[in-house]
């Protein structure tokens, strides 16, 4: 997983060789710190009869990987990235987890005339499961999904040619086991263009 990452990031750098024309743009690593949980019914853990839905309690976790943003004009941003994921749950056992590689589409957006820098976002995309918790006898094996689509919501802060800090919330459209559960996130994410900080690019 991290070589995929690794190779991600070098095939990244070298769109900079032909991105000169471009006046704004970032490339860099992300990570996010993440509490995670899952959206679970109430038969999953054997707390119901599945009628209900609940959280499972959120655990602490992390999401590395790649960004690029192009803005458009000072105040919109289109871009995307593609990170590795962990989620967990107070439920699961400590080796029982998630792990996906993401690819996320997102727009970013600053509504204010006074205040610069200040963006609101979105994101929709397609999350890859490369490895899945064991529920035993509660969940049938062909509910379980190896694909599912991601959505967040974010509102970041950028400090030109230097950082990004981000706050956001992640959600599932479509369950990682269907009609049972939904994998969620909130998270404080820092990103850094190294294309500016590192490449002198302004």
Do not use: C
Not at 50 to 76: C, D, H, Q, R
Not at 81 to 91: A, D
């Amino acid at each position: 997983m991290i070589k995929k990452l690794f190779f991600l990031l070098i095939i990244l750098f070298s769109i900079h060789s032909y991105s000169q024309r471009y006046r704004d743009y970032e490339i860099g690593p992300m990570l996010n710190y993440e509490h995670t949980s899952l959206y679970v019914a109430d038969d999953v853990f054997g707390n119901g009869d599945g009628k209900g839905f609940s959280m499972s309690g959120f655990e602490p976790n992390f999401g590395a990987g790649v960004y690029f943003i192009y803005y458009l004009w000072p105040k919109t941003g289109l871009g995307a990235e593609l990170f590795y994921q962990k989620t967990t749950s107070s439920e699961l056992q400590t080796d029982n987890y998630y792990n996906s590689l993401t690819f996320m589409p997102y727009v970013n957006f600053d509504p204010f005339r006074q205040i610069e820098n200040w963006y609101f976002g979105g994101g929709i995309g397609a999350s890859f499961i490369q490895e899945s918790p064991d529920y035993g006898s509660s969940v049938k094996e062909e509910d379980v999904r190896v694909i599912t689509m991601p959505v967040k919501l974010t509102t970041s802060y950028r400090i030109r040619n230097k950082i990004t800090f981000e706050l956001g919330a992640q959600a599932e459209l479509f369950e990682v086991v269907k009609d049972q559960v939904r994998r969620t996130a909130v998270y404080f994410g820092v990103k850094v263009p190294f294309n500016r900080v590192f490449w002198r690019y302004r």
